[in-house]
Nanobody
């Protein structure tokens, strides 16, 4: 059973940066890729970014392109999300998730493993 633990959330002013990390354990070989999602109060969980363990290929939601960077460290089973130029609309709980599909997957239904989430709050 894959377990995911996120860290790195917090409170930051608009224009600032945060770095989220997700450590995977318990059989990461069963996942093709790791993604980040976010969910703001009253809104649906939305895709942010995904990276694939083998190829390193990464994909982003349009509103975060150029501001967020996802990376992975295969040796440490860790995926990180560097978030720069943060905006108040980036405020949400951010979740790390693992997908067992080799096809690029953007919807939450395509992810089978989930972390507990970490709060990111961007003040204006």
């Amino acid at each position: 059973q894959v377990q995911l633990v996120e860290s790195g959330g917090g409170l930051v002013q608009a224009g600032g940066s945060l770095r989220l990390s997700c450590v995977a354990s318990g059989g990461t070989f069963s996942t093709y890729g790791m993604g980040w999602f976010r969910q703001a109060p009253g809104k649906e969980r939305e895709f942010v970014a995904v990276i694939y363990w083998s190829s390193g290929n990464a994909y982003y939601e349009d509103s975060v392109k150029g501001r967020f960077t996802i990376s992975r460290d295969n040796a440490k089973n860790t995926v990180s999300l560097q978030m720069n130029s943060l905006k108040p609309e980036d405020t949400a709980v951010y979740f790390c998730a693992g997908t067992d599909s080799p096809i690029v997957t953007y919807g939450p239904a395509g992810y089978v493993y989930w972390g507990q989430g970490t709060q990111v709050t961007v003040s204006s």
